[in-house]
């Protein structure tokens, strides 16, 4: 089943990703988008719409609160948010190629699910 995730401005100024659900006007599964600056720029965070208090991915918000769609969802974020709201990891072919550039190099955590549950 395919999903038709959207990316969005709520009224209170949160960035979330949620799946659109038409028949009754709403984002669930909603994911929260946080912003973190770095020494190399700025970072994006997927944390549970209700985090902390929240662990899982989930809630549900009204299309009528929604300031701003945008029009594209980053590929990359989109699978980030499947793989948080699903515990499944999604590998695409470049991701595949690097892999097996590694052999054997550690590169912290994969999921971020594994960061919430800490």
Request: proline share 3%; hydrophobic share 40%.
């Amino acid at each position: 089943m395919a999903y038709d995730v959207r990316l969005v401005k709520l009224i209170n100024g949160e960035l979330v990703l949620g799946k659109f659900d038409a028949e009754n006007d709403k984002l669930t599964d909603l994911a929260l988008i946080q912003t973190v600056p770095t020494e190399q720029g700025v970072q994006m965070m997927l944390l549970p719409f209700g985090y902390p208090f929240d662990q899982e991915i989930g809630g549900e918000v009204s299309m009528k609160h929604v300031l701003y769609q945008y029009k594209n969802v980053p590929e990359e974020l989109t699978n980030k948010y499947f793989e948080a709201s699903s515990n499944l990891t999604m590998a695409s072919a470049n991701t595949l190629r690097n892999l097996n550039n590694m052999q054997g190099k550690g590169g912290g955590v994969s999921d971020i699910s594994d960061l919430l549950k800490k």
